[in-house]
């Protein structure tokens, strides 16, 4: 098993850092402006939307003061990344790729069908996995979106990103445990066994729950970096 989810890891991640050249979002004159914590301020700035969704990596904190999302923004947002957006359903192709290709729920076979029954538990899973995160994150006043890095440390960053998987900013700006992705993470993975051939509740949505903290980290890294790799192949490209 181990096997397999390190392979895994290295298809996410080099399906991230490919996507992350055409999928950016930033601007890049304010890419390289740390995050700063000091000051919680009531809205965002008008040129900044704070629930922009990256069309693979999702949504991140604006670069800047943090800004706490309003009710309205939550609500939208949460739509964003789980329906109205191309970010669900990239994600989703990718994960049910990886079971198709690790033979999960063998009983559905392969080919256009195994695969097809796949993504609709894949995302299934994902639809039940966000509705709890962005509910819990709702009632514990937590942040649903990827926090940047300020700092410009390459192994800063690869650490901090991975820390992502377990920590979220509250309503006043402070890092807290994110115990509404750790939770929804587990949760959605036991549910997702009723509907799964031949899987127990305990031992599938533990796996379920790992692997979505492995491959949140791996998601995370190339978020973190998703705007100077697109930076780099655009110049390139010009060379």
């Known amino acids: 098993m181990v096997e397999r989810v390190t392979s895994s890891c290295y298809i996410v991640l080099g399906l991230l850092?490919?996507?992350?050249?055409?999928a950016q979002q930033t601007d890049p004159a304010s890419a390289d402006q740390p995050v700063s914590t000091a000051q919680v301020?009531?809205?965002?700035?008008?040129d900044v939307d704070p629930i922009a969704v990256n069309p693979l990596?999702?949504?991140?904190?604006?670069?800047g003061?943090?800004?706490?999302?309003?009710?309205?923004?939550?609500y939208h947002l949460f739509l964003r990344q789980t329906f109205t957006t191309a970010n669900p359903w990239l994600r989703t192709s990718i994960s049910a790729g990886i079971a198709d290709l690790q033979g999960r729920q063998h009983s559905w076979g392969g080919g256009v069908q195994g695969y097809g029954k796949r993504y609709a538990s894949q995302y299934a899973?994902?639809?039940?996995?966000?509705?709890?995160?962005?509910?819990?994150?709702?009632?514990?006043?937590h942040d649903t979106r990827y926090v940047p890095s300020p700092s410009h440390r390459v192994s800063s960053r690869i650490v901090h990103a991975v820390?992502?998987?377990?920590?979220?900013?509250?309503?006043?700006g402070e890092t807290v445990l994110n115990i509404s992705r750790i939770a929804s993470g587990y949760g959605a993975g036991m549910i997702a066994t009723a509907w799964q051939p031949n899987s127990k509740w305990s031992a599938q949505g533990l796996r379920a729950?790992?692997?979505?903290?492995?491959?949140?980290?791996v998601f995370n890294v190339g978020r973190e970096f998703a705007d100077e790799v697109g930076r780099l192949m655009k110049r390139l490209h010009h060379t």
């Open 163 to 172: 820390l992502q998987n377990f920590l979220t900013k509250n309503r006043e």
């Open 209 to 217: 729950g790992n692997e979505q903290i492995i491959y949140g980290a």
């Open 65 to 74: 003061d943090y800004v706490t999302l309003t009710g309205t923004q939550r």
């Open 125 to 141: 899973t994902y639809v039940i996995r966000n509705s709890f995160l962005s509910l819990g994150a709702w009632g514990l006043g």
């Open 41 to 46: 301020v009531e809205a965002a700035p008008a």
């Open 17 to 22: 850092l490919c996507a992350g050249c055409s």
């Open 57 to 63: 990596f999702g949504a991140a904190v604006p670069a």
